[in-house]
């Protein structure tokens, strides 16, 4: 199975600047996808991104993707004190069988009012 | 869909005491993951399914550690006997084909 490592493991920035997380994996890969995690909930699905992408958008999200490094990167732009939580990628193989999703131990991001 | 559904939400047992969690993936998706989660250790995967078939279970910490899917709608994680290293939150997870894992609120365990 597949296993994205984040990093960094912390960042605290202030409301209105830009955050940025980066995630790295070791074999090749179908997807790879970010969640985020509230503190005491679930995992939520944020932006998944194809092998075959380099880069996806979704609102102030911004997702890079680069094959040939097998790294990531999440984009926060105009950070907000609600978008404090730990952030997490996971990698779908691409052996086409039936893989399961490993995450690494995250970026908690701290948005400071 | 109400999403993937855990039971319970919280589970205080007594050390030596069998625990079984629940999970109803969501319908139509193919593959159910268990996870635990701590401070020290993060995020681990413990086991997944796929067509209701055990994939891998490497993840499984020992052989009190136990799942089962015995249909497409429902799954067990059972640890029996209980130990007080065992208390973490403990989530289940599905998703269909390519898409993305959708989880459940999680299980608060605690073993005392």
């Known amino acids: 199975s597949q296993q994205g490592e984040e990093d960094p493991q912390a960042l605290s920035i202030q409301e209105g600047e830009n955050a940025t997380m980066n995630c790295s994996y070791k074999?090749?890969?179908?997807?790879l996808q970010w969640y985020r995690q509230n503190s005491g909930r679930g995992l939520v699905h944020l932006i998944l991104?194809?092998?075959?992408?380099r880069e996806k958008h979704s609102g102030r999200l911004r997702v890079t993707l680069d094959t040939s490094k097998k790294s990531s990167s999440l984009l926060i732009t105009a950070s907000r004190a609600a978008d404090t939580a730990s952030y997490f990628c996971a990698t779908l193989g691409s052996g086409g069988g039936a893989d399961g999703l490993t995450f690494g131990k995250g970026t908690h991001l701290i948005i400071q009012p | 869909d109400a999403g993937v559904i855990q039971s319970p939400r919280h589970e205080v047992t007594e050390m030596g005491q069998e625990v079984t969690l629940r999970c109803k993936p969501i319908?139509?998706?193919?593959?159910l993951f268990w996870y635990r989660q701590t401070m020290m250790r993060g995020l681990e995967l413990l086991i997944y399914?796929?067509?209701?078939?055990?994939?891998?279970d490497s993840g499984m910490p020992e052989d009190r550690f136990s799942a089962k899917m015995p249909n497409a709608s429902f799954s067990t994680l059972k640890i029996q006997p209980s130990e007080p290293r065992d208390s973490a939150v403990y989530f289940c997870a599905s998703r269909g084909a390519n898409t993305e894992a959708f989880f459940g609120q999680g299980t608060r365990l605690t073993v005392v």
């Open positions: 991104i194809r092998s075959n992408e």
């Open positions: 074999t090749s890969i179908n997807n």
């Open positions: 399914f796929n067509n209701n078939v055990p994939i891998d």
């Open positions: 319908s139509g998706h193919n593959s």
